[in-house]
């Protein structure tokens, strides 16, 4: 986790996204530690602890500030290749190297300076528009919630004859947002994560669970935590089997009372419909 904390601590999306990765296998761990009832109630301290510290929302606002940074100086550097005013370097003469993106490259350097200063004002606009400051705002929820405004501004300016300031956005844009919508199951997952951690602390003292997750507070957790799509405490129910279901809505802010529907999409997918849910026992 903490390896996953530094990663995320990096000012650029390749870091965040590797922090993710991280976050997701330390998650596994958790899940199995807590399923075999293998951690003692020091562990689990210190484990609350950590997770605790972690704020999804600040890393991914640093790292989209990086990466509107990083961008804007690529296409301001591609600007001065085109200019004459910088020479090419070996590595991205290296990009180039076939003669048909050799071709390419030459069409490039023709290019009006003008057109890399619109491409550079509309990636900072739409980066700023649907990711930062969503982000500032409302945190990823928020930001997630405003791909569809994305992909309606990028979707009226499609015609690149049009519309060529837009054509380096098009190819930007979308994919930087997509990293929130994967931020958002991981936020969920951590909250989850740090209730089961408080479960587990208290089933060690009293030998059961709690009927509500507000007998948690404040011995076993500092607050509950809340489900990052609609601001409600993380649902939570006791099983028959003797164990608990933690879950939140998903993208579709439905309550589904834990089920996880459309399995063969990825619950990272906007179009995956179902609960995120944490539980312990087989889905039917």
Same mark, same amino acid.
């Given at each position: 986790? /903490?390896?996953?904390?530094?990663?995320?601590?990096?000012?650029?999306?390749?870091?965040?996204?590797?922090?993710?990765?991280? #976050?997701?296998?330390?998650?596994?761990?958790?899940?199995?530690?807590?399923?075999? @009832?293998?951690?003692?109630?020091? $562990?689990?301290?210190?484990?609350?602890?950590?997770?605790?510290?972690? $704020?999804?929302?600040?890393?991914?606002?640093?790292?989209?500030?990086?990466?509107?940074?990083?961008?804007?100086?690529?296409?301001?550097?591609?600007?001065?290749?085109?200019?004459?005013? @910088?020479?090419?370097?070996?590595?991205?003469?290296?990009?180039?190297?076939?003669?048909?993106?050799?071709?390419? *490259?030459?069409?490039?350097?023709?290019?009006?300076?003008?057109?890399?200063?619109?491409?550079?004002?509309?990636?900072?606009?739409?980066?700023?528009?649907?990711?930062?400051?969503?982000?500032?705002?409302?945190?990823?929820?928020?930001?997630?919630?405003?791909?569809?405004?994305?992909?309606?501004?990028?979707?009226?300016?499609?015609?690149?004859?049009?519309?060529?300031?837009?054509?380096?956005? =098009?190819?930007?844009?979308?994919?930087?947002?997509?990293?929130?919508?994967?931020?958002? *199951?991981?936020?969920? =997952?951590?909250?989850?994560?740090?209730?089961?951690?408080?479960?587990?602390?208290?089933?060690?003292?009293?030998?059961?669970?709690?009927?509500?997750?507000?007998?948690?507070?404040?011995?076993?957790?500092?607050?509950?935590?809340?489900?990052?799509?609609?601001?409600? #405490?993380?649902?939570?129910?006791?099983?028959?089997?003797? =164990?608990?279901?933690?879950?939140?809505?998903?993208? $579709?802010?439905?309550?589904?009372?834990?089920?996880?529907?459309?399995?063969?999409?990825?619950?990272?997918?906007?179009?995956?419909?179902?609960?995120?849910?944490?539980?312990?026992?087989?889905? /039917?």
């Amino acid at each position: 986790e /903490k390896i996953g904390l530094a990663c995320e601590a990096e000012p650029l999306l390749i870091g965040f996204l590797v922090g993710n990765t991280i #976050e997701a296998m330390v998650n596994e761990g958790i899940w199995l530690g807590l399923r075999e @009832k293998a951690f003692a109630e020091e $562990d689990l301290r210190l484990l609350y602890q950590i997770f605790s510290a972690h $704020d999804l929302d600040k890393a991914l606002l640093q790292a989209c500030r990086g990466e509107m940074a990083t961008g804007l100086n690529a296409m301001e550097y591609l600007q001065d290749v085109a200019a004459g005013r @910088k020479a090419v370097g070996q590595d991205v003469v290296a990009a180039f190297a076939s003669d048909r993106q050799s071709l390419s *490259l030459n069409v490039f350097r023709a290019l009006p300076g003008g057109l890399f200063d619109h491409w550079k004002s509309v990636i900072a606009e739409q980066e700023w528009k649907h990711l930062i400051a969503p982000l500032r705002k409302g945190g990823i929820t928020a930001a997630v919630k405003s791909a569809d405004g994305m992909s309606a501004d990028l979707n009226a300016k499609q015609n690149y004859l049009l519309h060529p300031d837009y054509i380096m956005a =098009r190819m930007v844009v979308p994919a930087v947002i997509s990293v929130s919508a994967s931020a958002s *199951l991981v936020q969920a =997952r951590e909250r989850q994560v740090l209730t089961a951690i408080a479960l587990e602390r208290f089933f060690l003292k009293h030998v059961r669970y709690p009927a509500t997750l507000k007998e948690l507070v404040p011995e076993f957790a500092t607050a509950i935590p809340l489900d990052p799509w609609d601001g409600k #405490e993380v649902r939570y129910r006791t099983t028959a089997a003797g =164990r608990y279901m933690l879950w939140c809505v998903g993208f $579709d802010g439905k309550d589904d009372d834990g089920q996880m529907k459309k399995r063969r999409v990825s619950m990272k997918s906007p179009d995956y419909l179902g609960d995120w849910t944490w539980q312990y026992e087989p889905s /039917k």
